[in-house]
């Protein structure tokens, strides 16, 4: 099950999150907020991590 863990203003800075996190071994699901598969790279995307590592997510996210 996914958690949602953020929101982002853009789709270059949902895939910067999305590169951090997996180098820290979280997976990570960038969703449009449109809900559209292919959305615009300006609207705002959301950012899912699964629900069991949402601890760990929230940790990096502090320390940056």
Same mark, same amino acid.
């Given at each position: 099950?996914?958690?949602?863990?953020?929101?982002?203003?853009?789709?270059?800075?949902?895939?910067?999150?999305?590169?951090?996190?997996?180098?820290?071994?979280?997976?990570?699901?960038? =969703? +449009?907020?449109?809900? $559209?598969?292919?959305?615009? %790279?300006?609207?705002?995307?959301?950012?899912? =991590? +699964?629900?069991?590592? $949402?601890?760990?997510?929230? %940790?990096?996210?502090?320390?940056?």
């Amino acid at each position: 099950m996914w958690a949602k863990f953020m929101e982002t203003r853009n789709a270059y800075s949902a895939e910067i999150w999305k590169e951090l996190l997996n180098q820290c071994a979280v997976s990570v699901r960038v =969703v +449009p907020r449109s809900g $559209l598969r292919e959305g615009s %790279e300006f609207e705002p995307h959301d950012i899912y =991590v +699964p629900w069991g590592k $949402l601890h760990v997510a929230e %940790e990096i996210l502090r320390k940056s």
